[in-house]
């Protein structure tokens, strides 16, 4: 497997291994609900549609923001997940507005420990963003992901040995739901260590 996937990659370099010890990406993702299980069907709308993440080779950083009208109500939800991993930590910070009071707030520290994917790799090829990218299938007991990842982009987490997947859908094999995920736009950043540790103040 391993030697299959450096022949794969060779012909695919084109930025070089991005990012660096001094650098960080960071990358916009639109998601869209393709099916969704019956009891979430009237929320459907509500769900958040755009995500950021922020990758270096320390780790990962996540932030979905919600800004949405129910019941005549309008409600923010501010999620941020860290998971760093040269301290084998996580973090999740969570808040909730309803009409400017803050209704939830939630600070969670955990280990990290990032699992380890069996990854298939295809032998389709695509162009994302202007990085090249090759086919992929991962699979649990839970989820099936398939798509495309960039080898070039080697970040810590899940995906480390085979490169970060920059178009993909998520189908859940207990619920009936199904998510696509695409990458909008890459920007390389200078790497800051705050934004990869959580703190609760």
């Given at each position: 497997?391993?030697?299959?996937?450096?022949?794969?990659?060779?012909?695919?370099?084109?930025?070089g291994?991005?990012?660096?010890?001094?650098?960080?990406?960071?990358?916009?993702?639109s998601?869209?609900?393709?099916?969704?299980p019956?009891?979430?069907?009237?929320?459907?709308?509500?769900?958040?549609?755009k995500?950021?993440?922020?990758?270096?080779?320390?780790?990962?950083?996540?932030?979905?923001?919600?800004?949405?009208?129910?019941?005549?109500?309008?409600?923010?939800?501010?999620?941020?997940?860290?998971?760093?991993?040269?301290?084998?930590?996580?973090?999740?910070?969570?808040?909730?507005i309803?009409?400017?009071?803050?209704?939830?707030?939630?600070?969670?520290?955990?280990?990290?420990?990032?699992?380890?994917?069996?990854?298939?790799i295809?032998?389709?090829?695509?162009?994302?963003?202007?990085?090249?990218?090759?086919?992929?299938?991962?699979?649990?007991?839970?989820?099936?992901?398939?798509?495309?990842?960039?080898?070039?982009?080697?970040?810590a987490?899940?995906?480390?040995?085979?490169?970060?997947?920059?178009?993909?859908?998520?189908?859940?094999?207990?619920r009936?739901?199904?998510?696509?995920?695409?990458?909008?736009?890459?920007?390389?950043?200078?790497?800051?260590?705050?934004?990869?540790?959580?703190?609760?103040?």
């Open positions: 497997m391993k030697k299959l996937l450096t022949l794969l990659i060779i012909p695919f370099l084109s930025f291994q991005v990012p660096d010890s001094k650098s960080q990406l960071k990358i916009s993702y998601m869209k609900y393709e099916r969704v019956f009891q979430m069907k009237l929320f459907k709308k509500h769900l958040p549609n995500v950021i993440e922020y990758h270096s080779k320390h780790g990962l950083r996540n932030e979905i923001n919600l800004d949405t009208k129910m019941f005549g109500k309008n409600i923010l939800n501010y999620t941020i997940s860290v998971d760093n991993d040269s301290l084998s930590l996580s973090w999740i910070k969570t808040k909730t309803i009409i400017d009071s803050i209704v939830d707030s939630k600070f969670i520290e955990t280990k990290y420990n990032p699992e380890e994917q069996s990854v298939f295809g032998d389709k090829r695509k162009n994302i963003l202007g990085y090249n990218c090759v086919n992929f299938v991962s699979e649990n007991d839970s989820v099936k992901t398939e798509g495309f990842l960039a080898p070039d982009i080697i970040v987490g899940d995906f480390q040995k085979y490169g970060l997947p920059l178009e993909f859908k998520a189908t859940s094999k207990k009936k739901f199904i998510v696509s995920t695409k990458a909008d736009r890459i920007i390389i950043e200078p790497f800051d260590v705050n934004m990869f540790i959580l703190k609760q103040e």
